[in-house]
């Protein structure tokens, strides 16, 4: 993407999506994190001159979405075709996780038997049929990796299983969804752990330090963007 160095700001769009409660979890953070960041803003660190916001206008826009195979992209779908973002940020809850996963890659393939938001469980095989078996992510991964390693208290892994329950089925359906724009849309999905403040937690992270970790994420990839 072309910059010209004027001094009209770059208009680009965000959209964060997560997942309301669900299976015992009263609090998913995939909800909160997203509905934070639009409230807030994401936006340049006055004082840092390579901060690759500056001189971006970022639109963010958040979503919810239910914890259900066909409701949840039909409601992503929706949005996407309304908000028409240039980065689509999926987050949902890994409960075990102990700090944020980096999802390489969504497979084309359900199979667990814990039943949806619709008390669907859905059948063991391709979520579309004779689409291609897995779509990597579009999100600079390692880019993102960097940023987090320089801030110690984010602890962060890239993996390269989403699971096989509604998360990886959204994933997948984004960029599948994606693949088929006409124009360069980066998509991808970044699990989240439980909410926990203790100072050290075994598992989960402080939703502060999820919000300024989904920033780390925006903002690397607005410098990607940028830069294709
Ligand atoms: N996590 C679930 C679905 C919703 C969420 O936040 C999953 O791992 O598929």
Redesign the pocket.
Known sequence: MNTAANSEPTRLSVLISG?GP?DHVPV?P?QLVPKLLAEQGIAANPGDLDDPLRGVQLDVHAVTMP?SYAGSWAMLERELERVQPDIVVAT???RAARGILLERGALNRTDSTRPDADDVVADRGPIREGAPAAYWTRLPLRAILNAFSKDHTLPASLTSDA?T????ALFYQLQDWAAHQTRDVLTGFVSLPLINDEPHPQHGLPLERQVVAIRHVVRQSVAYLLDM
Do not use: A, E, H, P
Not at 165 to 168: A, P, Q, R
């Open positions: 997942f669900y998913n995939s914890v949902g809850l890994k699971g329950f509604v998360c990886n």
